[in-house]
């Protein structure tokens, strides 16, 4: 039981470059999130979703996109990276009647240059 | 809409030492609370929850905090710190309706001292 992964662990990109940040759980959880930490500001909700071909937005989801195709899965994308998106990304997920109780992946630290 | 606001963004102690860090929130609608901790270069873990019930909530490592509704304040506690302690605290909300995503606050670093 790895519980939620997320690859990869470190990322340096170039302005305007893409990338796809990957999660993945492996407890049948329904509800998965997207975060970004920044220093003094906490974390904030990029995109989350509540099931599989489901997606929402959060506080901030300007210049993200994220796709669910399947249900153990959460992607991140970045399609023209910003100086403004150096920051720790997390990855959460959640049953649907306990989604106070998120489970946390370690993070990818992505810095753009 | 929801906030949360951590007062202190670092906190050092010495070891055996009390120590409490503030959170209060803003709701205009029932909220469950929460404290995460997290420890370096690790993802965020829940510490302990306020759902219902009893306002003094307990977690298993000594930590506790209380709900008090009146001053919409969940501040967390522990009688005598470890180095072990030493991590990120952030306190979180989420409401009883609606989109059930949490809000946290910006954190308190908890920094314990031999």
């Known amino acids: 039981n790895a519980g939620v992964t997320q690859t990869p662990k470190f990322r340096v990109l170039k302005t305007g470059q893409s990338m796809t940040l990957l999660c993945a759980q492996d407890?049948?959880?329904?509800?998965m999130y997207w975060y970004r930490q920044d220093p003094g500001m906490g974390l904030r909700l990029i995109h989350y979703?509540?099931?599989?071909?489901?997606?929402a937005k959060g506080e901030v989801p300007d210049g993200y996109n994220v796709s669910r195709l399947k249900k153990q899965n959460f992607l991140l994308g970045l399609e023209s990276a910003a100086p403004s998106q150096t920051s720790v990304y997390f990855c959460?997920?959640?049953?649907?009647?306990?989604?106070?109780?998120?489970?946390f992946g370690p993070g990818t630290r992505l810095t753009v240059t | 809409a929801q906030s949360v606001t951590q007062l202190d963004s670092q906190v050092p102690v010495f070891e055996e030492a009390p120590v409490e860090l503030r959170c209060n929130y803003s709701?205009?609608?029932?909220?469950?609370l929460f404290w995460y901790v997290q420890y370096p270069n690790q993802g965020l873990q829940l510490l302990l929850k306020?759902?219902?019930?009893?306002?003094l909530v307990e977690s298993i490592n000594g930590f506790e905090a209380e709900f008090n509704k009146s001053q919409t304040s969940f501040h967390l506690r522990k009688p005598s710190v470890h180095i072990s302690d030493t991590a990120e605290y952030f306190c979180?909300?989420?409401?009883?309706?609606?989109?059930?995503?949490?809000?946290f606050g910006s954190g308190t670093r908890l920094q314990v001292q031999p």
């Open positions: 407890m049948n959880h329904e509800y």
């Open positions: 979703s509540v099931g599989e071909g489901t997606t």
């Open positions: 959460a997920s959640s049953y649907l009647t306990r989604a106070y109780e998120q489970y």
């Open positions: 709701s205009s609608v029932s909220v469950y």
């Open positions: 979180a909300v989420i409401m009883d309706t609606g989109r059930r995503a949490l809000t």
């Open positions: 306020y759902l219902s019930g009893s306002t």
